[in-house]
């Protein structure tokens, strides 16, 4: 090809000149420029663009544009010729511009670039085109690096649960991330200035937070503060944190505010409920004679005492802020005498971890020598630091007694006569103290029963709404710390009622293999969980219908059984029932005496180890406390509870091998099998079944009536409050109300007269009355059932208590029923034909045995376990699935519905997962009627399927099938 034509001719000098010096501007620029004829043919292109391409400006002259240059589009595919823009700009005299398309170089690769391709004329004749280009690769990993960091800091806010602003300290105004609007409760009219900014603030808030940013802006350092909203969405407050950092010109004016807002409204209530538990507590702890304290020791072998009670100013002439951060003071106060005694002791406890006690002298000024006996348990902390537990009594009149006695005990044979009134007042006045003791345990269970009940329900109420994982942590310690409390609770309080002779047994029908088995189900999860299996053998002469105390036959099965699991790594637990000594010539069959044996495959114990145990607060190796924990009282409280049931305990056990705990009770045949109980929660949906009740809880404590409300609604209960009796008896003259949830121990009228004035209304009278009280005393549950109560509640309440006591008395239909709810009982026992479906339409038997075995195995404990774990999930899907058909979700329903089809047919309910399917199907297309007649089909298929499953388990466990866990591999 002819090498084209040079860009200049001849021309005059000074022409030439000008030529000469517009080449070289041109040549000069950033940007690519390139002159086209009307051919297509490159007649001119600078060396920048020349550069870009990879080409020398020599290879590109004479040489096609499009067909070099712009042949294919930046996916790959071609460019038509026609269409190409560097022609059309000759071809069409207009101008184009492009952004998105690409060059292509020299070497096979493309750049992304931004041209102008424009007519060039010669005195208003067309002679080609004249393009300019440039290279926009930085400009593109520009753009989509600022759209990664801006996505990322949008997911980073919603994640955290953050929001953002930027306010210009100029005009007012602020802008927001969607994460703020949401927090602050604005939609898009709300006009983001400092005014409106200002309404948001609660009013008690607006004036210090004025201050607070005054004082950032004065000092130059960041905006940091907590207050309250109200949100125009629904006028609701929340609690939010927010930050801030200014930032400043060149003369030191403050431009700009940009910071950060958090909702912490959660967080603040549970650290308010949490202070005020606190405080709660430690006003209580006044209440105990002596000193309550928390003694640390530090591996830099540094004393303090974290927390100590104001008794300590009694017990050692010192505050508890004097002690907090140095408890070397303590020491002082021991005589010299015995100061290094006292401090061995000290020290010895905590080398070997083992319970401190230790009786010594204390010389307080002004006073003469007096006698303290302290008390407390050692944890290892995970700094190695060691931390006790426990108080210091005035030990002072008992040991000058023992002194005393020891006297007399000298002079005895000279002294008998005198001394004998004495001792009889002495004895008199322990008595009065061992009562005084009871009385006084008792009511510190009633007092922190109630912060008590707050605490597990509040925390019961918040786990079930929490979605952050690390909440949910810190509230299941909560629960599990509080449940644990309980626990301590109960066994003082059991302790002390067998010490005061007042705990007594009661006498009732029960089925002891359904009893046993309820206990090891409750244990399961903790057996599943490290692999244990468990097992239930029972005598074949042994009745299985008693008369007896079913619940402390229990409690010493439970604490036998928890300390069987608790101490076993592996292998299995057997729980055993025998019938001892029984008599060929009985045939009244009055009464027999029953052994249960609790047999694992734990540690072992030592001879030493099992001389210490049922004794009061001791274990078999307390140096296992770190890792087990445990009060001791347990074991006691056992063997207190089988001699009143006319029994006694007792271990075999070799170390390494297992251990076998027994007890033996003497207990009476019923002589018949007793009506089975329906579980409530089986036979039906329990929000269809308690949804409509309206209940009236009746407290003057503010926590308990919110912890109340929030378990009822939970249950689908409406709830009235009241805080006295005077205002409930006022509100049920006014209201219908089917049940009342009574207070004991309440200002201006208490829940006994409550009661009484209930039952002596005839209009009245027949409302059922629970009493909820922190009073556990049984002769007190027996005081609250004679003045007319129905039954009784005890704090903190136990949500799966509550709601099987409220289903066991709201048998009636509920005052306030929607038809609804009338019309699900109505079809709950309809026959399919009459819904409206045609049967046919699920596919699958009932409940198919082989396909459950071909899913899950052939093991009958195994699919017991399973099928048992089924149900216990299935009644709340169904309850999901008819609520989100009566809210007209289908979209809901349909995904509910095909959740549940896949766990249904993998445990053989194939007709289930037919009619699951069918609501899957309906939902798709909007089909709402049919899907609420479809989910009244699908609850009664479910229904008529559980009892046979439930028939298959009940056969299984005659035949002696046991909860037999499988390990995780």
Same mark, same amino acid.
């Given at each position: 090809m002819p090498r084209p034509a040079p860009l200049t001719t001849d021309l005059p000098e000074g022409t030439l000149a000008v030529q000469r010096f517009a080449e070289g501007i041109i040549n000069s620029v950033g940007e690519g420029l390139c002159l086209n004829d009307l051919q297509g043919l490159i007649t001119f292109i600078n060396p920048v663009g020349a550069r870009m391409l990879g080409y020398e400006p020599e290879e590109l002259l004479g040489q096609p544009a499009h067909a070099l240059l712009h042949h294919t589009r930046a996916d790959g595919s071609p460019y038509p010729e026609h269409e190409c823009v560097l022609q059309m700009a000759a071809r069409d005299r207009r101008?184009?511009?492009?952004?998105?398309?690409?060059?292509?170089?020299?070497?096979?690769? $493309?750049?992304?670039?931004?041209?102008?391709?424009?007519?060039? *004329?010669?005195?208003?004749?067309?002679?080609?085109?004249?393009?300019?280009?440039?290279?926009?690769?930085?400009?593109?990993?520009?753009?989509?690096?600022?759209?990664?960091?801006?996505?990322?800091?949008?997911?980073?806010?919603?994640?955290?649960?953050?929001?953002?602003?930027?306010?210009? &300290?100029?005009?007012?105004?602020?802008?927001?991330?969607?994460?703020?609007?949401?927090?602050?409760?604005?939609?898009?009219?709300?006009?983001?200035?400092?005014?409106?900014?200002?309404?948001?603030?609660?009013?008690?808030?607006?004036?210090?937070?004025?201050a607070h940013y005054l004082e950032a802006r004065e000092k130059k350092c960041d905006f940091r503060m907590d207050y309250q909203i109200i949100r125009p969405i629904d006028g609701a407050r929340r609690w939010v944190a927010a930050n801030g950092e200014l930032e400043y010109d060149h003369e030191g004016r403050p431009t700009r505010l940009i910071g950060?807002?958090?909702?912490?409204?959660?967080?603040?209530?549970?650290?308010?409920?949490?202070q005020q538990s606190h405080d709660l507590l430690a006003k209580l702890s006044e209440l105990v004679p002596g000193v309550l304290y928390q003694f640390k020791l530090t591996p830099d072998g540094k004393f303090s005492a974290p927390f100590a009670s104001r008794g300590v100013a009694d017990m050692f002439g010192l505050t508890p802020e004097q002690v907090k951060d140095d408890a070397s003071s303590v020491f002082e106060a021991v005589p010299a005498s015995h100061r290094q005694a006292f401090i061995d002791s000290v020290l010895a406890s905590a080398k070997t971890l083992q319970n401190w006690s230790h009786e010594f002298p204390v010389q307080l000024p002004n006073q003469e020598k007096c006698w303290r006996q302290?008390?407390?348990?050692?944890?290892?902390?995970?700094?190695? $630091?060691?931390?006790?537990?426990?108080?210091?009594?005035?030990?002072?009149?008992?040991?000058?007694?023992?002194?005393?006695?020891?006297? &007399?005990?000298?002079?005895?044979?000279?002294?008998?006569?005198?001394?004998t009134a004495e001792l009889a007042v002495a004895l008199e006045h322990a008595e009065q103290a061992k009562r005084s003791r009871g009385e006084f345990l008792a009511k510190m269970s009633h007092e922190i029963r109630t912060p008590m009940n707050t605490i597990m329900g509040m925390s019961y109420l918040a786990l079930r709404h929490a979605t952050s994982e690390k909440d949910r942590a810190y509230l299941q310690r909560i629960d599990n710390?509080?449940?644990? *409390?309980?626990?301590?609770?109960?066994?003082?309080?059991?302790? /002390?009622?067998?010490?005061?002779?007042? &705990?007594?047994l009661e006498v009732s029908?029960?089925?002891?293999?359904?009893?046993?088995?309820?206990?090891?189900?409750?244990?399961?999860?903790?057996?599943?969980?490290?692999?244990?299996?468990?097992?239930?053998?029972?005598?074949?002469?042994?009745?299985?219908?008693?008369?007896?105390?079913?619940?402390?036959?229990?409690?010493?099965?439970?604490?036998?059984?928890?300390?069987?699991?608790?101490?076993?790594?592996?292998?299995?637990?057997?729980?055993?029932?025998?019938?001892?000594?029984?008599?060929?010539?009985?045939?009244?069959?009055?009464?027999?005496?029953?052994?249960?044996?609790?047999?694992?495959?734990g540690m072992g114990l030592s001879e030493e180890q099992m001389s210490r145990l049922f004794?009061?607060?001791?274990?078999?190796?307390?140096?296992?406390?770190?890792?087990?924990?445990?009060?001791?009282?347990?074991?006691?409280?056992?063997?207190?509870?089988?001699?009143?049931?006319?029994?006694? #305990?007792?271990? /075999?056990?070799?170390?390494?091998?297992? $251990?076998?705990?027994?007890?033996?009770?003497?207990?009476?045949?019923?002589?018949?099998?007793?009506?089975?109980?329906?579980?409530?929660?089986?036979?039906?949906?329990?929000?269809?079944?308690?949804?409509?009740?309206?209940?009236?809880?009746?407290?003057?404590?503010?926590?308990?009536?919110?912890?109340?409300?929030?378990?009822?609604?939970?249950?689908?209960?409406?709830?009235?409050?009241? $805080?006295?009796?005077?205002?409930?008896?006022?509100?049920?003259?006014?209201? #219908?109300?089917d049940c009342v949830l009574m207070d004991i121990q309440m200002p201006v009228m208490d829940g006994l007269e409550a009661t009484r004035q209930i039952r002596a209304d005839p209009a009245l009278a027949a409302t059922c009355v629970i009493a909820m009280t922190a009073n556990a005393l049984s002769e007190n549950r027996e005081n609250y059932l004679g003045a007319g109560l129905d039954?009784?509640?005890?704090?903190?309440?136990?949500?799966?208590?509550?709601?099987?006591?409220?289903?066991?008395?709201?048998?009636?239909?509920?005052?306030?029923?929607? /038809?609804?709810?009338?019309?699900?009982?109505?079809?709950?026992?309809?026959?399919?034909?009459?819904?409206?479906?045609?049967?046919?339409?699920?596919?699958?038997?009932?409940?198919?045995?082989?396909?459950?075995?071909?899913?899950?195995?052939?093991?009958?404990?195994?699919?017991?376990?399973?099928l048992l774990k089924f149900q216990s999930g299935a009644d709340t899907q169904l309850a999901a699935i008819v609520d989100a058909c009566e809210r007209a979700d289908c979209t809901a329903a349909a995904a509910l519905a095909h959740k549940l089809k896949s766990a249904a047919r993998a445990v053989?309910?194939?007709?289930?997962?037919?009619?699951?399917?069918?609501?899957?199907?309906?939902?798709?297309?909007?089909?709402?009627?049919?899907?609420?007649?479809?989910?009244?089909?699908?609850?009664?298929?479910?229904?008529?399927?559980?009892?046979?499953?439930?028939?298959?388990?009940?056969?299984?466990s005659r035949a002696g099938v046991t909860l037999a866990p499988e390990r995780e591999k």
């Open positions: 101008t184009y511009s492009a952004e998105d398309e690409v060059f292509w170089c020299k070497d096979g690769s $493309s750049i992304p670039v931004h041209f102008v391709s424009a007519p060039m *004329l010669d005195r208003d004749t067309l002679v080609g085109a004249i393009i300019t280009f440039r290279d926009i690769s930085a400009q593109l990993a520009l753009r989509k690096s600022l759209l990664d960091n801006e996505f990322k800091m949008r997911k980073a806010q919603e994640i955290a649960g953050f929001g953002s602003y930027v306010t210009d &300290l100029a005009t007012g105004r602020w802008e927001s991330s969607p994460q703020l609007d949401a927090i602050f409760g604005v939609d898009a009219d709300f006009v983001h200035d400092i005014p409106n900014w200002n309404r948001l603030l609660a009013p008690e808030f607006r004036e210090a937070a004025l950060t807002v958090q909702d912490i409204h959660e967080r603040k209530a549970i650290e308010l409920q949490l302290g008390l407390a348990r050692p944890e290892l902390q995970a700094d190695q $630091s060691i931390i006790w537990h426990g108080f210091v009594s005035d030990a002072t009149q008992r040991l000058e007694a023992r002194a005393q006695l020891q006297h &007399l005990n000298e002079t005895l044979e000279t002294r008998v006569a005198q001394r710390s509080a449940k644990h *409390l309980l626990g301590i609770i109960n066994d003082v309080l059991d302790f /002390s009622k067998i010490d005061a002779g007042k &705990l007594s029908h029960f089925d002891l293999e359904a009893t046993v088995q309820q206990i090891l189900q409750s244990v399961e999860p903790r057996a599943v969980e490290k692999g244990l299996a468990l097992k239930l053998q029972i005598g074949l002469d042994v009745p299985r219908q008693l008369i007896g105390d079913p619940l402390r036959l229990g409690q010493i099965l439970i604490n036998y059984i928890n300390n069987a699991v608790k101490f076993t790594e592996k292998g299995e637990i057997r729980v055993e029932v025998q019938r001892l000594n029984r008599r060929v010539d009985d045939a009244s069959d009055s009464t027999c005496m029953l052994r249960f044996n609790v047999v694992d495959t004794q009061s607060f001791e274990q078999g190796d307390n140096s296992t406390t770190r890792k087990f924990g445990g009060t001791g009282l347990g074991l006691a409280i056992s063997k207190q509870l089988a001699t009143l049931m006319g029994g006694e #305990v007792g271990v /075999s056990s070799q170390l390494g091998v297992g $251990s076998t705990f027994w007890f033996t009770s003497q207990l009476k045949p019923a002589g018949k099998t007793l009506p089975v109980n329906v579980d409530i929660a089986q036979s039906d949906d329990i929000r269809t079944i308690l949804s409509g009740y309206r209940v009236l809880v009746v407290d003057d404590n503010d926590f308990n009536l919110e912890v109340a409300k929030g378990l009822l609604e939970n249950m689908g209960v409406q709830s009235v409050l009241a $805080s006295d009796g005077q205002q409930a008896l006022s509100l049920m003259q006014q209201q #219908v109300f039954d009784v509640l005890t704090k903190p309440v136990n949500p799966d208590m509550l709601q099987a006591t409220l289903m066991k008395w709201l048998r009636k239909p509920p005052h306030r029923a929607a /038809s609804g709810v009338t019309e699900r009982r109505r079809a709950a026992n309809m026959p399919i034909q009459e819904y409206g479906i045609d049967a046919q339409r699920s596919t699958g038997e009932l409940w198919n045995r082989s396909e459950f075995a071909r899913n899950v195995g052939s093991n009958p404990s195994t699919q017991t376990r399973l053989g309910l194939l007709q289930l997962g037919g009619w699951c399917e069918t609501i899957e199907q309906m939902g798709s297309v909007g089909d709402l009627a049919g899907c609420q007649r479809t989910a009244l089909v699908l609850v009664h298929s479910y229904r008529e399927a559980q009892q046979e499953i439930n028939a298959w388990i009940q056969s299984n």
